[in-house]
């Protein structure tokens, strides 16, 4: 069994960064303060309650404050990233508690795509898409060899993705209407009914991949 998930280096980087970034507030939040009030008359009451005191215990507050985000931050980047558990029988997807476990016979290979860890089918069809942005690559795909799945390096699924345009000849009115909804689910950061009209769409033999601001679309191509 090989697990796959986010390098210790980020959620140090969180925590030592969290107190050097305070110190350096603390050390001109009098200057600006000051800037403030003469421009605006007008500044954000914690900052000057912080301006009020005395330079060296401005730096030492807004560097164990600084601290304190940096531990938050981290636990929350371990939280939520992805963990990705590969063995002979399974590919297990873990982000933010939320897992899924692909048996091995389901899975006809493995692939990159941009940010995205994308597994799929014999059928062509996504069996899942997970943002991997923030695992090794290199790692993903020596766990994925070592336990004898199949890594796909071509761009060939790529080259069939295109933009959805709301009135294309090629989908059907139920898919324009499922791509609609789940453009404004999109928009409203409705993370589990994007899930939902995603795997909808994939009964239909439309995979979605987003990208930017825009949903991109291909055909499942079976066999």
Known sequence: MTTVRMSEAWPWMF?????????????????????????????????????????????????????????????????????????????????????????????????????????????????????????????????FGQHGYRWDASSARDDRFRRWVDGDPDLGTDEHELLRTRARALSDDRRGTAAELRDRLQKRGVVVRDRASSQEIRRAVAG
């Open 15 to 143: 925590r030592l960064a969290g107190p050097v970034v305070g110190a350096g507030v603390g050390a001109v939040v009098a200057p600006v303060v000051r800037w403030l009030l003469e421009r605006f008359d007008a500044a954000p009451g914690p900052l000057r309650i912080l301006a009020s005191l005395p330079t060296v215990w401005a730096v030492v507050v807004c560097a164990v404050l600084g601290l304190a985000g940096g531990i938050w931050l981290a636990a929350v980047a371990r939280k939520e990233g992805l963990a990705v558990t590969v063995d002979a029988a399974a590919v297990t997807l873990d982000k933010d508690g939320d897992a899924v476990r692909l048996p091995r016979d389901q899975v006809a290979c493995a692939r990159r795509d941009g940010r995205d860890l994308v597994l799929l089918d014999r059928d062509d069809t996504e069996l899942a898409r997970r943002d991997a942005s923030d695992l090794s690559w290199p790692r993903l795909r020596a766990a």
